[in-house]
């Protein structure tokens, strides 16, 4: 394919993007996560069976039974049990990112139905609510490796109806700082223990996080987030770059002389694109909300290296203590709430029907739930 054909590809997708709003362009995403994925039989009946272990009460108060745990997707069947939750209850794309990470769901340890999902990575080099918060360096953060004591929460996902008639997200959130959680990530990357946590919202203002215990607010980002073409359309891209420019690209996306793989090779080959054709990138205006939750009381000091000894964890982090402040402080009140003004839901909100669906479809059908 032709340089000039390249471009115009990419330049008529990205202004496609550009037009969406926000909520729009993360529906538009998530439809190309699922109708450009190539399900096979064996998966799709796999779809339909965690569709049906989605927790649903039968009566409004049954939350109250719930006693929640989180699994650990350490095992190939455990791994497409995630995918398909992540993937079908969650608006937002996943990509997953190159570094350290860490999945699980979490299930009702009574009927066994899911709850929700989670994932850990690599925290962020550089965010600056959370780093003025701690009063962190860059020196610290990297040539002093105290980055690798936090990572960034990058799944955080309820399923529905939890999510929206009791505050589900809020629940998923705390069990993120579990000690299951924990211990699991200790043993996977036992040099640096886990002392905190960050996340960021997904539209900025009102998020599953505000006003929710353990975890900080700090301030938003400016929210210059940069627009990605589909992936038909970048796979065209990378496949032109990989032909014209061999080897540029095999820089991009080869492992470096330590054996470690590239960060970011979509991003560099995107940029290489962008330079070469003389495309102008572009960027949506979306402001995110940033939230720091920290494990130990003297947490922030340990990361400025202001000690080398961690002191008392800040709160009790097992599932149970947890699960019972997400059902007196969050879920109580609000499912008293959804019942009193009639808005009590059974929706299961699981994106199978996706599959399919033409993109006019989808947003008729989905476009006014995104960010429920």
């Not at 471009?7 to 993360?26: A, F, G, P, R």
């Not at 699994?71 to 969650?90: C, E, G, K, M, Y």
């Not at 937002?92 to 009574?110: E, M, P, T, V």
Request: with cysteine; net charge positive.
């Amino acid at each position: 394919m032709k340089a000039e054909e390249v471009k115009k590809i990419l330049e008529e997708n990205i202004k496609k993007v550009k037009q969406m709003s926000v909520e729009e362009y993360t529906l538009y995403r998530k439809w190309l996560e699922i109708n450009e994925t190539k399900w096979s039989q064996k998966e799709l009946a796999r779809i339909w069976e965690i569709k049906n272990t989605i927790w649903v009460p039968d009566d409004p108060m049954d939350y109250l039974k719930l006693e929640p745990i989180v699994i650990h997707a350490d095992s190939p069947d455990r791994q497409l049990t995630w995918n398909i939750l992540r993937v079908f209850t969650s608006t937002l794309q996943w990509s997953q990112n190159l570094g350290r990470s860490a999945k699980f769901y979490i299930i009702d340890n009574i009927t066994k139905k899911h709850l929700g999902v989670i994932s850990l990575g690599s925290d962020f080099i550089t965010i600056g609510g959370r780093d003025r918060y701690i009063g962190w360096t860059l020196d610290q953060r990297l040539k002093e490796n105290m980055l690798n004591y936090t990572a960034m929460g990058n799944s955080i996902v309820p399923t529905q109806p939890l999510g929206f008639n009791y505050t589900g997200g809020k629940l998923v959130a705390l069990l993120v700082l579990s000690d299951t959680v924990e211990r699991v990530w200790n043993t996977k990357y036992p040099d640096e223990k886990l002392v905190a946590v960050t996340t960021t919202s997904v539209y900025g203002g009102l998020s599953q996080y505000n006003r929710l215990k353990y975890w900080r607010q700090c301030e938003s980002t400016e929210g210059k987030i940069p627009i990605e073409p589909s992936d038909e359309a970048y796979e065209i891209v990378k496949n032109w770059v990989r032909d014209t420019y061999p080897d540029e690209y095999r820089k991009m996306i080869s492992k470096r002389e330590d054996g470690t793989l590239p960060t970011r090779p979509k991003t560099k080959v995107l940029s290489f694109a962008y330079s070469t054709l003389k495309v102008k990138p572009e960027e949506n205006n979306a402001p995110r909300g940033v939230y720091f939750a920290e494990l130990y009381k003297n947490t922030k000091e340990f990361l400025r290296r202001e000690t080398d000894v961690l002191g008392e964890k800040a709160f009790d982090n097992s599932c149970k203590a947890l699960s019972d402040l997400w059902k007196e402080r969050y879920a109580t009140p609000r499912i008293k709430n959804v019942l009193e003004t009639k808005r009590y839901n059974r929706d299961k909100l699981f994106y199978d029907d996706l599959i399919g669906l033409s993109w006019e479809e989808t947003k008729n059908k989905y476009l006014e739930s995104v960010g429920r």
